[in-house]
């Protein structure tokens, strides 16, 4: 039985950053956590690229042009916090589906950052706080899957 995996190997990649600058004070802390995380993982300065969106609903565009463009991963930040409003459940889905079909579609792995918590305590515990950085596990996510794809079997 052969197994393989990805490493969270960054040498020689090049990465584009989305964030949302909706929610600013939760995405900042998001994208903090996913270009210190790319670079720990050996991506260079000059081949990591961010890139601002207004919202999570942009996310999905953005992500096809950055596909297109031959990053070989990519990060999509954003935060949408549930409020009194379906809003909250048509964006959120539209972004997760989206950019869900922007990597089935293109290929490129694209590590899922976008927070979907009840309330801004919950989503800043998951930018940076108690309860991790959901940036950085999406930056480590997006290169293990960059790195899983050049191999056989994958």
Do not use: K
Not at 136 to 145: D, P
Request: aromatic share 4%.
């Amino acid at each position: 039985m052969t197994t393989y995996e990805g490493a969270a190997a960054g040498d020689g990649r090049t990465v584009c950053i989305l964030v949302s600058r909706f929610n600013s004070r939760v995405t900042e802390r998001l994208l903090a956590g996913a270009a210190r995380t790319a670079l720990e993982c050996g991506v260079a300065e000059e081949d990591l690229d961010i890139v601002y969106v207004p919202g999570a609903w942009e996310l999905p565009l953005a992500a096809r042009r950055a596909a297109a463009h031959g990053y070989a991963a990519i990060v999509a930040l954003g935060c949408v916090i549930r409020g009194e409003t379906a809003h909250f459940d048509h964006v959120s889905r539209a972004a997760t589906d989206g950019l869900a079909r922007v990597q089935l579609d293109s290929g490129v792995p694209v590590g899922l950052g976008v927070l979907t918590p009840d309330t801004l305590e919950q989503a800043l515990a998951r930018a940076g706080g108690e309860l991790g950085n959901a940036g950085s596990e999406a930056a480590r996510a997006a290169l293990r899957m960059a790195d899983l794809h050049g191999q056989p079997g994958s």
